[in-house]
């Protein structure tokens, strides 16, 4: 079975500073791996995806994830954080065997950024 | 990417009764997904709607409490039935890109605020 763990419920970071959200995953296989964002009352956004190539992924807004298969981490970073970026976090995997197109998602992590 | 209209966007119910969710979608998808994400916590597949075919659910969903429509590749109704008080949920529904896309990710509904008193 795939899982998921975002081992932090809430991040805080002041505004500018580099902000690193957490990841880890377990799936049988290589992963296809998802980062999303939900920001009050609405839907998830999808940000950025790693499938197979460079480990470090570009996505939205900024944001950028690294892809470390010998510690199945897959941690979304941003240089600069803003006060907009203040959301929920979430991360999630598909496995290529075996899951189907099912996703996995963690449990959220809440992105509090303040002036 | 996919746009995906759902409907109702929140409603207050009774216990007891049941409401019907819709979801559109601006071009035609294979498979279709609906999440529910209970408050604070994430999302969990309820089930996987496929045109032509009986949905497919996971462990803990049923189609009496849940029962789903697909009648075409742009639409999906999801049915809350007999709900009660646990039911108060966001419901999503989501699409992973066009008919013979397999790119992974996928595209979320605004979601579906259903508050049961």
């Known amino acids: 079975a795939q899982s998921v763990a975002q081992p932090e419920d809430q991040v805080n970071v002041a505004e500018g500073n580099p902000l690193t959200v957490k990841c880890t995953y377990s799936v049988s296989g290589n992963p296809y791996l998802f980062w999303y964002v939900q920001y009050p009352n609405r839907g998830l956004q999808f940000l950025l995806k790693?499938?197979?190539?460079?480990?470090l992924v570009k996505g939205s807004y900024g944001f950028e994830a690294e892809f470390n298969k010998s510690q199945t981490s897959f941690h979304l970073k941003k240089p600069s954080a803003l006060v907009s970026d203040s959301a929920l976090y979430f991360c999630?995997?598909?496995?290529?065997?075996?899951?189907?197109?099912?996703?996995?998602f963690g449990t959220g992590t809440q992105l509090k950024v303040e002036l | 990417s996919a746009v995906i209209s759902q409907k109702p966007s929140r409603d207050i119910c009774q216990r007891g009764t049941s409401l019907t969710i819709q979801c559109q979608v601006d071009s035609q998808v294979t498979m279709m997904f609906w999440y529910r994400q209970q408050p604070g916590q994430s999302l969990t597949l309820i089930a996987t709607a496929n045109q032509g075919s009986e949905a497919t659910y996971e462990s803990g969903f049923v189609i009496d409490k849940f029962p789903i429509s697909r009648p075409n590749l742009t639409f999906s109704t999801l049915t809350v039935s007999n709900m009660s008080p646990e039911d108060s949920s966001i419901y999503l529904c989501?699409?992973?890109?066009?008919?013979?896309?397999?790119?992974?990710?996928?595209?979320f509904g605004e979601g579906s605020r259903l508050t049961v008193l």
């Open positions: 790693y499938i197979t190539g460079d480990n």
């Open positions: 999630a995997v598909r496995g290529l065997t075996g899951g189907g197109n099912k996703l996995t």
């Open positions: 989501s699409v992973n890109g066009g008919a013979g896309s397999n790119t992974g990710e996928l595209f």
